[in-house]
């Protein structure tokens, strides 16, 4: 199974992306999935999850500003980042975690920047 990324870009401080990861095969639904990211020269961090009821979890610092979502049906994970700050510039992995199992992508970019 492989998780694809796609919607990141370059965008203007206080502007708005859409991130979405498709997997390639059937991932289990009790899985959760993962956004995290790497901003430059920092270590990867945990920016959301959900759990299969929809129970989802954010870090501090995109709380309010950021929404992950799921569709089953379809194996994808959407985040919605909104209010974006130059703080956020970082490659966005997404990930699908359940027993015996750990998907990652291969990462987006996402620039914050006037």
């Known amino acids: 199974v492989e998780l694809v990324e796609s919607g990141g870009g370059l965008v203007q401080p206080g502007g708005s992306l859409k991130l979405s990861c498709a997997a390639s095969g059937i991932i289990p639904s009790r899985a959760v999935w993962g956004w995290y990211r790497q901003p430059p020269g920092k270590q990867r961090e945990l920016v959301a999850s959900i759990e299969q009821i929809g129970f989802t979890k954010y870090a501090d610092s995109v709380k309010d500003r950021f929404t992950i979502s799921r569709d089953n049906a379809k194996n994808t994970v959407f985040l919605q980042m909104n209010g974006l700050k130059p703080d956020d510039t970082a490659v966005y992995y997404c990930?699908?975690?359940?027993?015996?199992?750990?998907?990652w992508g291969q990462g987006t970019q996402v620039t914050v920047s006037s």
């Open positions: 990930n699908a975690r359940g027993l015996g199992f750990l998907y």
